[in-house]
């Protein structure tokens, strides 16, 4: 069983986590200026964060239920969705503009939430996590229901996790900040402009969030 369940993870993990998760890391990863190892650490961080909401999530599919798990998401998912969308589309929009205007809270969010991400990597993490596709959703259903007791609940969701974590997005993390580190050895004009398509990028994506209201 165990086996099977990390493997089911490193599918996920090369298949619908890359495509939902990859566009907004590398993004983050590349405008936020880290080098390969930063962009490496920030992944095993974002990952680590999204391992957690997944505990999170298997406890409580054992424990409620897959159809009390997508009546309370169907209830509290709009406000998750919003709060989540907000925080994502402020951080597009500071990456993108950088720290130039003197505007005191401005220079306060740039630097707790830009400068030292860690919060904001959680942040992005977690939220990735709590907000599962209905493939993933199915898949902690399956595991509360062969689980048994919640100590193997929480192992299964940790063993689907590191699953998760063996992914190609790894390497695009790191190779994002190679191509950083190739631009800014040429002109900082082109960082400029990279910055500005990142933050953008992670703009559209955080407004994505408001769509999937309706």
Known sequence: MAPSIFLLGLLFGSGPCLVSCGPLLVSYVAGTEKSMRQGAAAYFLFSSAKILAYLLLSLAVFFAG????????????????????????????FIAVGSRPEFRPWQLFYARFINNDRKSLLILGLVTGLLPCAPLLAVFSYLGLVSGSWPRALYYGLLFGAGTM?????????????????????????????????????VFLGLRLFWRIN
């Open 166 to 202: 063996i992914s190609p997005l790894l390497a695009l993390t790191i190779c994002a900040g190679l191509v950083r580190r190739f631009l800014s050895d040429r002109n900082n004009f082109y960082c400029v402009i990279f910055n500005f398509i990142c933050g953008s990028i992670i």
């Open 66 to 93: 897959r159809l009390v798990i997508d009546r309370l998401l169907g209830d509290f998912s709009k406000y998750i969705f919003v709060s989540a969308g907000v925080f994502i589309v402020i951080l597009g929009v």
